[in-house]
């Protein structure tokens, strides 16, 4: 959570992920579920790839702070322990990142 009251994108976009998880929260888990795999797939073996992978690591840690429905465990097998078994620490040092964030919440 951000400390501050000013207005930011982030805290913003939070506002937002709140809002539709309250007010349609099956429709919009599917949503943001078909999202992320379809992020993965469509971006798989592209430059653009790491781009997919901390915005599906993010939307997932957003998600998860608003609602505890996100199932985390699969996420974590799927998506963050490959990026964290990457034994070259030069690759997709941002996607490394938010792995580690991921971890840490």
Known sequence: KESSDTPSPRK?????????????????????????????QSSAGTDDEWKCKVAAINL???????????DFMNFLAKQVLPELQERNMAMRPLVKAASIKFVFF
């Not at 809002?19 to 943001?32: E, G, I, N, R, S």
């Not at 997932?60 to 996100?70: D, M, N, Q, S, Y």
Request: net charge positive; proline share 2%.
């Open 60 to 70: 997932a840690l957003e998600i998860g702070r608003v609602e505890k429905c996100v």
């Open 12 to 40: 913003s976009a939070q506002e937002l992920l709140r809002a539709m998880v309250l007010q349609f929260k099956t429709p919009f888990m599917q949503f943001c579920s078909d999202f992320i795999d379809c992020k993965r």
